[in-house]
C-alpha cells in the first residue's frame, strides 16, 4: 500500500545514519487487506521487529504507538482510515494495526485501481487474491521485508500490476444500479503552505505523496451509481485550473479519494509574509438517467512567506504530546540548503582560497582542513549567532523565519538552524556529503568525510564582535560530537540533504545577486593563516665545464601548471550530441595527478599525469543507473584556467569532447 507503510520506521527506527542503534537483519511487514465490491478495504497490518531490545527501544521511545502512525492515520496520509486500533504485541516484537480504508479502490476506464506502490513483484495470483512482496533497503545493512495479500470480491478477473506506477488493477462484474444519488462530499486543505516548498507540493512521489495541498473526499449514500465523476482545483492566482481528475464509478456505500498537487508558479517566492487566498474545487457527476450534478467549494488557505517555515502540519487535535509531532516537516528544512547558490559558491571560493585550495572530498585531513577554514573565516569576518524569530505563535506546531545562507552571510547572523544550514550549504559546494540534525531546542551541522566518519560542529560556537568570544574550531566540534553522542531516540530528526533534494526536496529560486557581492559586503581573508600559491622557482645547480665547476641557473620543471583544485564544466558526445555535466577535483603532486570525477550521476576516481601544458587523465567510473563500471581516458590541454580536450571510453566506440574550468 504504497511506501508510506515503510516511511514510519525508515524515519523513526532505522534513522540511524550515523549507526547509533544495533544491528538490524530484517524488519517484516505484513499486510492483509481484504476489498469489497464497494472500493472499501479491511485492512490488518503487522511490523515485526528482528530483536526485542529493538521492540523495547521503539515502545519505550512511544509508549503510545498511535504516533507511530503518523503517516498512515493522521491529516498528512494520502489514505483516508476509519476504526484504526494499534496496539503492542510484546509477546512477538511486533505493532499492530487494524483500519477501514475509505475509497482504496476506484473505477477508471472500466477497470478498478489500487495504487500499491511503485517497486513490488506481483508473485501470485488468482481470481480471488493476489499477493505481492517488496524488498526495501532502510539502510546499508538493514532491509524492510513486506508480504500483502489482498483479499478480492468475487467477479474479479484480468489481474495486472505495473511496476512503474504501482498501480495494481482488474476487472470486475457488476450489474449497473440505477436509482438516487446523494454525494457527501468532505474537502480537506492544509491550512498553511509554505511558499519556499513550492516545488514540492506539485510532486506526489516526494515524502511518499504526503503533501498534497487538498483532499477531496466523496461518499455515495444514495442507491444509484454515480457516474462520470470530475474534479478541478486551482489555487488563488498561483496556479491554473488543474486537469480532471476523471472516476468512471463510484457505487453505492463506494467512495473517493483524490488529491490534489498543483504545479504552483514561481512568484510565491516573491512573498515576504503570510498572504490569505482561496482554493478553488470545481467537481461535477452524473447518475445511470444522465442527470448531471455540479458544484464548488472555495476554502481559504494561507501562503507563507519564502524564509517562513512551519515545523509541522499535524492538526492541534491530533497531536499526541510526542515531541516529533511538532517537528514532522523537518525533512523538508533541505530546500534551504542552497549550495548551487552563487553567493554560496563564491564564499566556498573564499574558504577554498584561505585552506590552500586542497581538494576537500579527497581526504580526511583536506576535509577537516576546509571546516576548519571555514568556521575561522567565519569567526574572522564577525559572523554570528543569534535567537530565533518566531511567527505561528498561536499554534503549537511553531514557525520560524529560517534564512536562506545568503542571508546569513548578508546579515552576518543567524539562529543554530541557519548557521547550520550555512555551514552545510557551503560544504556540500566541495562535495562533502551534509546533514542537519535536529533535537529539542537545537540544529547543528554534521559533515560526512571522504572516509565514511561523521564530523559534527556546533555552529553557534560563533560570537561575532558583538556578542562577544567565539569558542575555537577545535571546541565547536568537540560540542558537537558530544551532542551526536547523545541523541535522544525519538526526539532527533536527521535530514540528509544530498537524499531528500534528489528526491525533490528541491530550493526555491532566489534573485540574481551581483558577483562581487561577498566582497561588497565586507567579506576579507585573514592577514595571515592559510596557504599561500607558489610558483616554479629556478635554481642552482653545479655544472662541469672544460674550465672547472661553475654555477649555472637550471631550467624550469617541465610542469608549468598547478591544477590542485576544483574544475566544472560539460562534455560532449561526438555521436549522440548529448551533453552533460562534468566535474573533476584534482590534487597534483609534481607531474602526476589524482583525485575524482563526476560526469552526471555517474562518479570515479582517476590518475594522470601533467607534462608542460598536456594533460593525461585515466578514469574509472561507477554507473550509477546500470550498475557497471567503465574506463574513460581524457586527454587535454591547460589554457589558463580551462583544460579542454577529448575522452574515449575504452573497449567501446564511445568519445567526445569536454571543456572544464576552475572555480574560484
Same mark, same amino acid.
Given at each position: 500500500?504504497?511506501?508510506?507503510?515503510?516511511?514510519?520506521?525508515?524515519?523513526?527506527?532505522?534513522?540511524?545514519?550515523?549507526?547509533?542503534? =544495533?544491528?538490524?537483519?530484517?524488519?517484516?511487514?505484513?499486510?492483509?487487506?481484504?476489498?469489497?465490491? &464497494?472500493?472499501?478495504?479491511?485492512?490488518?497490518?503487522?511490523?515485526?521487529?528482528?530483536?526485542?531490545?529493538?521492540?523495547?527501544?521503539?515502545?519505550?521511545?512511544?509508549?503510545?504507538?498511535?504516533?507511530?502512525?503518523?503517516?498512515?492515520?493522521?491529516?498528512?496520509?494520502?489514505?483516508?482510515?476509519?476504526?484504526?486500533?494499534?496496539?503492542?504485541?510484546?509477546?512477538?516484537?511486533?505493532?499492530?494495526?487494524?483500519?477501514?480504508?475509505?475509497?482504496?479502490?476506484?473505477?477508471?476506464?472500466?477497470?478498478?485501481?489500487?495504487?500499491?506502490?511503485?517497486?513490488?513483484?506481483?508473485?501470485?495470483?488468482?481470481?480471488?487474491?493476489?499477493?505481492?512482496?517488496?524488498?526495501?533497503?532502510?539502510?546499508?545493512?538493514?532491509?524492510?521485508?513486506?508480504?500483502?495479500?489482498?483479499?478480492?470480491?468475487?467477479?474479479?478477473?484480468?489481474?495486472?500490476?505495473?511496476?512503474?506506477?504501482?498501480?495494481?488493477?482488474?476487472?470486475?462484474?457488476?450489474?449497473?444500479?440505477?436509482?438516487?444519488?446523494?454525494?457527501?462530499?468532505?474537502?480537506?486543505?492544509?491550512?498553511?503552505?509554505?511558499?519556499?516548498?513550492?516545488?514540492?507540493?506539485?510532486?506526489?512521489?516526494?515524502?511518499?505523496?504526503?503533501?498534497?495541498?487538498?483532499?477531496?473526499?466523496?461518499?455515495?449514500?444514495?442507491?444509484?451509481?454515480?457516474?462520470?465523476?470530475?474534479?478541478?482545483?486551482?489555487?488563488?492566482?498561483?496556479?491554473?485550473?488543474?486537469?480532471?481528475?476523471?472516476?468512471?464509478?463510484?457505487?453505492?456505500?463506494?467512495?473517493?479519494?483524490?488529491?490534489?498537487?498543483?504545479?504552483?508558479?514561481?512568484?510565491?517566492?516573491?512573498?515576504?509574509?503570510?498572504?490569505?487566498?482561496?482554493?478553488?474545487? #470545481?467537481?461535477?457527476? #452524473?447518475?445511470?438517467?444522465?442527470?448531471?450534478?455540479?458544484?464548488?467549494?472555495?476554502?481559504?488557505?494561507?501562503?507563507?512567506?519564502?524564509?517562513?517555515?512551519?515545523?509541522?502540519?499535524?492538526?492541534?487535535?491530533?497531536?499526541?504530546? @510526542?515531541?516529533?509531532?511538532?517537528?514532522?516537516?523537518?525533512?523538508?528544512? @533541505? @530546500?534551504?540548503?542552497?549550495?548551487?547558490?552563487?553567493?554560496?559558491?563564491?564564499?566556498?571560493?573564499?574558504?577554498? &582560497?584561505?585552506?590552500?585550495?586542497?581538494?576537500?572530498?579527497?581526504?580526511?585531513?583536506? @576535509?577537516?582542513?576546509?571546516?576548519?577554514?571555514?568556521?575561522?573565516?567565519?569567526?574572522?569576518?564577525?559572523?554570528?549567532?543569534?535567537?530565533?524569530?518566531?511567527?505561528?505563535?498561536?499554534?503549537?506546531?511553531?514557525?520560524?523565519?529560517? #534564512?536562506?545562507?545568503?542571508?546569513?552571510?548578508?546579515?552576518?547572523?543567524?539562529?543554530?538552524?541557519?548557521?547550520?544550514?550555512?555551514? =552545510?550549504?557551503?560544504?556540500?559546494?566541495?562535495?562533502?556529503?551534509?546533514?542537519?540534525?535536529?533535537?529539542?531546542?537545537? =540544529?547543528?551541522?554534521?559533515?560526512?568525510?571522504?572516509?565514511?566518519?561523521?564530523?559534527?560542529?556546533?555552529?553557534?560556537?560563533?560570537?561575532?564582535?558583538?556578542?562577544?568570544?567565539?569558542?575555537?574550531?577545535?571546541?565547536?566540534?568537540?560540542?558537537?560530537?558530544?551532542?551526536?553522542?547523545?541523541?535522544?531516540?525519538?526526539?532527533?530528526?536527521?535530514?540528509?540533504?544530498?537524499?531528500?533534494?534528489?528526491?525533490?526536496?528541491?530550493?526555491?529560486?532566489?534573485?540574481?545577486?551581483?558577483?562581487?557581492?561577498?566582497?561588497?559586503?565586507?567579506?576579507?581573508?585573514?592577514?595571515? +593563516?592559510?596557504?599561500?600559491?607558489?610558483?616554479?622557482?629556478?635554481?642552482?645547480?653545479?655544472?662541469?665545464?672544460?674550465?672547472?665547476?661553475?654555477?649555472?641557473?637550471?631550467?624550469?620543471?617541465?610542469?608549468?601548471?598547478?591544477?590542485?583544485?576544483?574544475?566544472?564544466?560539460?562534455?560532449?558526445?561526438?555521436?549522440?550530441? &548529448?551533453?552533460?555535466?562534468?566535474?573533476?577535483?584534482?590534487?597534483?603532486?609534481?607531474?602526476?595527478?589524482?583525485?575524482?570525477?563526476?560526469?552526471?550521476?555517474?562518479? +570515479?576516481?582517476?590518475?594522470?599525469?601533467?607534462?608542460?601544458?598536456?594533460?593525461?587523465?585515466?578514469?574509472?567510473?561507477?554507473?550509477?543507473?546500470?550498475?557497471?563500471?567503465?574506463?574513460?581516458?581524457?586527454?587535454?590541454?591547460?589554457?589558463?584556467?580551462?583544460?579542454?580536450?577529448?575522452?574515449?571510453?575504452?573497449?567501446?566506440?564511445?568519445?567526445?569532447?569536454? &571543456?572544464?574550468?576552475?572555480?574560484?
Amino acid at each position: 500500500m504504497k511506501k508510506m507503510l515503510l516511511t514510519l520506521l525508515i524515519i523513526m527506527v532505522v534513522t540511524s545514519v550515523f549507526g547509533q542503534f =544495533a544491528r538490524i537483519n530484517t524488519i517484516r511487514m505484513i499486510v492483509d487487506g481484504t476489498i469489497d465490491a &464497494q472500493g472499501g478495504m479491511k485492512m490488518s497490518l503487522k511490523w515485526v521487529f528482528p530483536t526485542n531490545a529493538l521492540y523495547m527501544q521503539v515502545k519505550s521511545a512511544f509508549p503510545n504507538p498511535y504516533v507511530l502512525l503518523r503517516n498512515l492515520t493522521t491529516f498528512s496520509s494520502i489514505f483516508e482510515l476509519t476504526n484504526t486500533k494499534v496496539s503492542y504485541d510484546d509477546a512477538k516484537n511486533s505493532i499492530l494495526v487494524d483500519a477501514d480504508v475509505i475509497g482504496a479502490v476506484v473505477n477508471r476506464k472500466g477497470r478498478w485501481e489500487f495504487n500499491l506502490g511503485k517497486g513490488a513483484e506481483m508473485v501470485h495470483a488468482t481470481d480471488q487474491m493476489a499477493i505481492f512482496v517488496l524488498v526495501s533497503a532502510a539502510s546499508s545493512e538493514e532491509v524492510i521485508f513486506t508480504t500483502m495479500k489482498l483479499n478480492l470480491p468475487s467477479g474479479c478477473s484480468e489481474l495486472r500490476y505495473d511496476p512503474a506506477s504501482g498501480v495494481f488493477s482488474f476487472n470486475m462484474k457488476r450489474k449497473n444500479v440505477s436509482g438516487n444519488v446523494a454525494a457527501d462530499v468532505n474537502v480537506k486543505v492544509k491550512p498553511r503552505i509554505m511558499s519556499a516548498l513550492y516545488k514540492v507540493y506539485g510532486m506526489p512521489d516526494v515524502m511518499n505523496g504526503a503533501y498534497w495541498v487538498a483532499k477531496f473526499i466523496l461518499m455515495n449514500k444514495g442507491k444509484g451509481d454515480i457516474v462520470d465523476l470530475r474534479i478541478s482545483y486551482k489555487l488563488g492566482d498561483y496556479t491554473s485550473w488543474s486537469p480532471e481528475s476523471v472516476y468512471d464509478l463510484v457505487p453505492p456505500n463506494g467512495a473517493v479519494v483524490d488529491l490534489y498537487y498543483p504545479i504552483i508558479s514561481s512568484n510565491v517566492t516573491q512573498l515576504r509574509s503570510q498572504t490569505p487566498f482561496d482554493l478553488q474545487v #470545481k467537481y461535477s457527476y #452524473k447518475d445511470r438517467s444522465g442527470k448531471t450534478y455540479s458544484d464548488t467549494i472555495i476554502k481559504r488557505v494561507q501562503m507563507l512567506g519564502v524564509n517562513q517555515f512551519e515545523f509541522s502540519n499535524v492538526p492541534e487535535e491530533e497531536r499526541t504530546g @510526542a515531541w516529533i509531532d511538532n517537528f514532522s516537516n523537518s525533512p523538508l528544512l @533541505a @530546500a534551504f540548503v542552497t549550495h548551487l547558490d552563487d553567493v554560496v559558491k563564491s564564499f566556498a571560493g573564499l574558504v577554498s &582560497q584561505y585552506s590552500g585550495g586542497a581538494g576537500a572530498a579527497l581526504k580526511d585531513k583536506d @576535509a577537516i582542513t576546509f571546516l576548519k577554514a571555514l568556521y575561522d573565516l567565519a569567526v574572522h569576518n564577525g559572523i554570528s549567532y543569534q535567537t530565533p524569530s518566531g511567527f505561528l505563535v498561536e499554534y503549537a506546531s511553531l514557525g520560524q523565519d529560517v #534564512k536562506y545562507p545568503r542571508d546569513v552571510l548578508r546579515d552576518k547572523a543567524g539562529t543554530c538552524l541557519d548557521l547550520a544550514i550555512l555551514f =552545510a550549504a557551503v560544504s556540500q559546494t566541495v562535495r562533502l556529503k551534509s546533514y542537519l540534525v535536529l533535537i529539542p531546542g537545537h =540544529a547543528f551541522p554534521v559533515i560526512e568525510l571522504p572516509s565514511g566518519d561523521f564530523f559534527a560542529i556546533e555552529s553557534t560556537g560563533l560570537g561575532g564582535p558583538v556578542v562577544g568570544k567565539s569558542a575555537t574550531f577545535e571546541q565547536a566540534v568537540e560540542m558537537g560530537m558530544e551532542q551526536l553522542g547523545k541523541l535522544e531516540f525519538g526526539k532527533f530528526f536527521i535530514v540528509d540533504i544530498g537524499e531528500m533534494q534528489r528526491n525533490g526536496v528541491l530550493p526555491p529560486e532566489l534573485p540574481q545577486l551581483p558577483s562581487t557581492i561577498i566582497k561588497d559586503w565586507g567579506y576579507t581573508l585573514p592577514r595571515s +593563516g592559510g596557504t599561500t600559491t607558489t610558483t616554479p622557482q629556478t635554481t642552482t645547480t653545479p655544472q662541469t665545464t672544460t674550465g672547472g665547476t661553475q654555477p649555472r641557473t637550471s631550467q624550469p620543471s617541465t610542469t608549468v601548471v598547478n591544477l590542485t583544485g576544483v574544475f566544472e564544466g560539460t562534455y560532449r558526445n561526438n555521436a549522440t550530441g &548529448q551533453q552533460g555535466s562534468l566535474e573533476f577535483y584534482i590534487e597534483q603532486s609534481g607531474n602526476n595527478i589524482q583525485g575524482t570525477v563526476w560526469a552526471d550521476q555517474d562518479m +570515479g576516481d582517476f590518475t594522470g599525469t601533467v607534462s608542460g601544458n598536456n594533460v593525461k587523465i585515466t578514469a574509472k567510473m561507477e554507473s550509477s543507473a546500470y550498475g557497471t563500471s567503465y574506463v574513460v581516458v581524457f586527454s587535454g590541454t591547460v589554457q589558463g584556467n580551462t583544460i579542454q580536450g577529448t575522452y574515449t571510453v575504452q573497449g567501446t566506440n564511445v568519445s567526445g569532447t569536454f &571543456q572544464v574550468k576552475r572555480t574560484p
